[in-house]
């Protein structure tokens, strides 16, 4: 098991390499006022790791909620 996780890192690690250095132009983004010049997989990358992070959130809250719900349940119950 040990040894997959390892091929499977290695590459995942080389995928990411490819990506970098097949998207090294550089973009730009506008949003309201701002303008932003990046490479897409600068901006690709944050992208993601935003969207990881959101979703982690989201699910932390989720989880939060639905214990404080049984915690509530249960001194009800007593």
Not at 23 to 35: D, E, G, I, R, S
């Amino acid at each position: 098991m040990r040894t997959f996780k390892i091929i499977c890192i290695a590459v995942l690690l080389a995928l990411a390499a490819v990506f970098t250095y097949q998207n090294t132009a550089v973009m730009q983004l506008n949003f309201l006022f701002w303008t932003v010049s990046m490479s897409a997989c600068l901006m690709l990358l944050i992208t993601l790791f935003s969207g990881i992070i959101i979703g982690l959130l989201l699910s932390l809250l989720n989880v939060r909620r639905k214990a404080r719900k049984k915690s509530i349940q249960t001194k009800a119950v007593q």
